[in-house]
């Protein structure tokens, strides 16, 4: 090494000498407390046998969006659980096992655009924001809305469109739609929904009264829906267009 390098290299060594510790450790990014505990949730929650979560890409969705940005914050300690949470309003946060299973039902493509029906804490929203080109969310309940909303902006959802409405309408001056999530449960598939969903479309569902529903998935085809029974499941029961309280 020559004379004049070993000047620079002590004179770059005398200059971070003198920069304050905290300036340093800025450009150092903190770690994130929650990330074993998410690694976790996908290894022992989504993956065990018989859970049946085997997409890829949303796999690595659920890993990496932060579920305890969207909890009340008393219930943080909680996010991870393999458990619904309550978010207010009498609303749920369901399990992360439900929102990894319902997404891989749905099979969501890169170039997609998606409407969930039950925005609720913005989660679904955030992990679909991940997966897909467009995210299209309705609440029923405007303070839920209009918190997701703030919420998702926060963590920079920035392809994700939230709306303050009656779900059970869908959003038709956006659609049509590849593919729809539904987190709440109607008596029976809204028929606006299915008009909204596009040829060759998917919706994921729960149809039912509580403590009787099955999760759906449909597939258009033509004129024809085509409606596979997966799982038992228990939602919150749609409000809105069907004339529920």
């Not at 340093?24 to 859970?51: C, N, S, Y």
């Not at 309003?89 to 969930?116: C, W, Y």
């Not at 209009?146 to 303050?164: M, Y």
Request: positive net charge; proline residues 9%; glycine residues 8%.
């Amino acid at each position: 090494m020559s004379r004049a390098v070993r000047i620079c290299l002590a004179f770059q060594f005398a200059l971070l000498a003198l920069q304050p510790a905290a300036a340093l450790a800025a450009d150092i990014p903190a770690a994130d407390p929650f990330a074993a505990a998410r690694k976790r949730m996908v290894e022992q929650q989504l993956t065990a046998p018989g859970r049946d979560v085997t997409n890829r890409r949303v796999l690595a969705a659920m890993g990496k969006v932060p579920r305890h940005e969207l909890v009340p914050a008393e219930l943080r300690g909680l996010a991870y659980a393999d458990q619904p949470l309550f978010i207010g309003h009498g609303q749920t946060i369901s399990q992360p096992f439900i929102v990894a299973f319902m997404t891989d039902k749905l099979n969501p493509k890169p170039t997609d655009r998606v409407l969930e029906i039950g925005t609720g804490s913005g989660y679904q929203a955030a992990v679909l924001s991940e997966l897909v080109a467009q995210v299209y969310t309705i609440e029923i309940i405007e303070p839920l809305a209009h918190r997701a909303e703030a919420d998702l902006k926060r963590l920079g959802c920035t392809n994700v469109f939230v709306r303050a409405g009656d779900g059970y309408k869908g959003w038709p001056e956006a659609a049509p739609f590849d593919a729809i999530i539904v987190t709440c449960a109607p008596d029976r598939v809204p028929q606006p929904l299915v008009d909204q969903l596009k040829q060759g479309g998917r919706m994921v569902i729960p149809v039912g009264p509580l403590y009787d529903q099955n999760l759906y998935l449909l597939e258009k085809s033509g004129s024809k829906v085509k409606r596979t029974a997966i799982l038992p499941v228990l939602f919150v029961p749609m409000t809105g267009g069907q004339g529920k309280p």
